[in-house]
């Protein structure tokens, strides 16, 4: 059994999490900017908070892992709005399994390519490779590469959130009439942040998006066994 001192800490940041994400959530409604999404801004603001309180990541962690665990469920409730929108994945599977494997590739090319270039330690670089997923797809895998998983987390939350700000430029710029390829676009390069921000555009989109997050996941994680084999 945990000691008391133990319990208190842990329903302490249980609470902190709860409240800065809602209070984020509050602020990013009325001011939808992409440096105020609840995925970056509450987490900045906790981390701040625990490196003023001499908080070790460990403490949090242990803490918090209950939140952590519940992002595997709440991925599958995706799976309603990709559903309803069957068909139009019935007909354009091929080329979303094409973009899938050529996104995936290409995230984790450009990853290990940057690490390389900047000459980062391996267990940052292997915590960096699988940001371009949603949070518990990349955790596990970079668990099983030899990364760390907490170090990973943040790198996700980041790529989210950039990726959702720069999808808006693109989306901008390039002629992509088709809510397919809106959707596809900010699935890939945003995953769960992208999803949630494609659902505000349209249906359509939003379920593009998460099928096409749901589908990098699952063919990373088939991967990862052969990627840590291939890193050794």
């Given at each position: ?128 490779l699988p940001r371009s997923l949603s949070s518990p797809f990349a955790m596990a895998i970079s668990d099983t590469i030899g990364g760390l998983p907490g170090l990973t987390g943040v790198f996700v939350v980041f790529t989210g959130a950039f990726g959702a700000a720069i999808g808006d430029v693109i989306l901008a710029l390039l002629p992509l009439r ?55």
């Amino acid at each position: 059994m945990m000691p008391l001192s133990a319990i208190t800490t842990a329903l302490l940041w249980t609470l902190l999490t709860v409240a800065f994400y809602l209070l984020a959530k509050g602020l990013y409604r009325r001011h939808p900017r992409w440096w105020l999404s609840p995925m970056l801004a509450a987490p900045l603001a906790l981390g701040a908070l625990a490196v003023a309180l001499h908080t070790r990541a460990s403490e949090y962690s242990d803490g918090t892992h209950w939140l952590v665990a519940m992002m595997g469920p709440a991925t599958v409730a995706f799976a309603i709005p990709i559903y309803e929108q069957r068909a139009i994945i019935r007909r354009h599977w091929p080329i979303l399994v094409v973009g899938v494997l050529v996104g995936s590739a290409t995230a984790m090319g450009l990853a290990w390519g940057m690490a390389t270039v900047l000459d980062i330690p391996a267990d940052l670089r292997l915590s960096l490779l699988p940001r371009s997923l949603s949070s518990p797809f990349a955790m596990a895998i970079s668990d099983t590469i030899g990364g760390l998983p907490g170090l990973t987390g943040v790198f996700v939350v980041f790529t989210g959130a950039f990726g959702a700000a720069i999808g808006d430029v693109i989306l901008a710029l390039l002629p992509l009439r088709s809510g397919m390829a809106r959707g596809a676009l900010l699935g890939m390069s945003a995953h769960a942040i992208g999803t949630a921000k494609a659902h505000g555009i349209g249906p359509e989109e939003g379920a593009i998006a998460g099928l096409v997050m749901v589908m990098a996941g699952v063919f990373n994680v088939l991967a990862a066994p052969f990627l840590a084999y291939a890193l050794r």
